[in-house]
Nanobody, 121 residues
C-alpha cells in the first residue's frame, strides 16, 4: 500500500519560516512527480508547487520568491520550504505524488492526509 506522510506543520509567527516534508512509502518503482497543495479557509484547494523527476519546478505566481520545493529521489521525499509567512498562508497543506507501482508499473495519484500550518502572532 502506497502511503504519503507529511510532517513539519505547526504554529509560526508572521515573517517566520517552516519546512514541510513528505515521504512516500510502499511498493514503489518511481515517483515521477511530487508536490504540494494547500487549502486556505474559504477557498478551494490550490497548487503551491510541484517538482518532477528531473528537478523541474512549477509554482503559482503568488508562491514565487517565498516558497521552494525540493526532492530527494533516493528516499522518495519532497520538501516545501516556506519563508516570510503571512496570516493568509494559514491552511492545510497536502502532499501530492504520482507513483509508479513496482508490481504493476502503473501510475497513480496519491494524497497525504494534510498538515496544518497556522501563521499568527
Amino acid at each position: 500500500q502506497v502511503q504519503l506522510v507529511e510532517s513539519g506543520g505547526g504554529l509560526v509567527q508572521p515573517g517566520g519560516s517552516l519546512n514541510l516534508s513528505c515521504t512516500v512509502s510502499g511498493s514503489i518503482f518511481s515517483v515521477p512527480d511530487m508536490g504540494w497543495y494547500r487549502q486556505v479557509p474559504g477557498k478551494e484547494r490550490e497548487l503551491v508547487g510541484s517538482i518532477d523527476f528531473s528537478g523541474v519546478v512549477k509554482y503559482v505566481d503568488s508562491m514565487k520568491g517565498r516558497f521552494a520545493v525540493s526532492r530527494d529521489n533516493v528516499n522518495n521525499m519532497v520538501s516545501l520550504q516556506m519563508n516570510s509567512l503571512a496570516p493568509e498562508d494559514t491552511g492545510v497543506y497536502y502532499c501530492n505524488a504520482v507513483v509508479q507501482s513496482r508490481s504493476s508499473g502503473s501510475w497513480r495519484i496519491y494524497w497525504g492526509q494534510g498538515t496544518q500550518v497556522t501563521v499568527s502572532s
